[in-house]
């Protein structure tokens, strides 16, 4: 499995950004698929998750002003981020899981400035 990840960037507080993580390959459709955020010095930490069978998980930062969904064949996650906050800046890490194991994207960079 591949990840490809799309949709970082710099965005004043208040503003918005989408991200997109395909997977491809042997991609299965029952799997979790989700977005972790990461700063300096620190672990990565959860901000959403989504599966067919439990549907959207959020960290409580991100409840109300992230959505996360996926296509209907389950190999691509989005992230919509509304309501950017400068604690939202971080580098996100797209994480695919079956159960074949768990896969990182490359990580993009989001930036808000306030």
């Known amino acids: 499995v591949q990840l490809v990840e799309s949709g970082g960037g710099s965005v004043q507080a208040g503003g918005s950004l989408r991200l997109s993580c395909a997977a491809s390959?042997?991609?299965?459709?029952?799997?979790?698929m989700g977005w972790y955020r990461q700063t300096p010095g620190n672990e990565r930490e959860l901000v959403a998750t989504?599966?067919?069978?439990?549907?959207?998980n959020y960290a409580d930062s991100a409840k109300g002003r992230f959505t996360i969904s996926k296509n209907k064949l389950q190999t691509t996650v989005y992230l919509q981020m509304n309501n950017l906050k400068s604690e939202d800046t971080g580098v996100y890490y797209c994480?695919?899981?079956?159960?074949?194991?768990?896969?990182w994207g490359q990580g993009t960079q989001v930036a808000v400035s306030s």
């Open positions: 989504h599966s067919r069978a439990d549907g959207a």
């Open positions: 994480v695919y899981r079956d159960r074949s194991g768990q896969i």
């Open positions: 390959g042997s991609a299965l459709s029952v799997n979790v």
